[in-house]
């Protein structure tokens, strides 16, 4: 099966790279390019189904396509549940696996570009002083400029200061786009609460 589709995804012009058990995927350097893995639910030592559980709390966001000649809806929610992209059940149409990997390539490029585009917004957030970061995290909360003055004992002047600043280095153009820059970075676990 190994040898089939790498021959399939070569003939579609895609990169393959093939393992026969689960551990040499882990142990093997992964390309830092788009990519997805193609797992078999049966597979030597772990199955598809465990080691794709393995590789989310690894936290190595991958797309998967699962794939079983014996699959079954328990087994297929299982999957899904667990974040899998597809679930192909055998056999399959060629073309079924590779419009599966189209979607999971161009899933983990949309990923990819958010992650960047994350890790910039935390850069961003990282260079406000730290008095500025509470001003954001508070403004952010929903606390008017008088109500952060007086849990920061500052002046409401200063903290039109320090938000007009915070705004201007996060490149957040009005309020709104303030506490979503914030919430994404909380969610990120980037940014700590005020």
Known sequence: MRNALSSLFRS?????CTYARAQDFLDATQADAP?????DIRLPGMNGLDFQDQLRKMKRPLPVILMSAHGD???????????????????FRDQDMLDAVDRAL????TQRIERVALLAMQARFASLTPREQQVT???ADG?????????????EVTVKIHRGVAMRKLGAATLADLV???EKLRAAGMAADA
């Open 12 to 16: 579609a012009e895609l990169g393959v």
């Open 35 to 39: 990519s997805c893995l193609v797992l």
């Open 180 to 182: 979503k820059m914030v």
């Open 106 to 109: 161009q899933q983990d490029t």
């Open 73 to 91: 809806v328990p087994m297929s929610v299982r999957a899904m549940k667990a974040g899998a992209l597809d679930f192909l059940t055998k056999p």
């Open 137 to 139: 995290l508070l403004v």
């Open 143 to 155: 606390k008017m400029n008088k109500q952060v003055a007086y849990t920061l004992d500052i002046s």
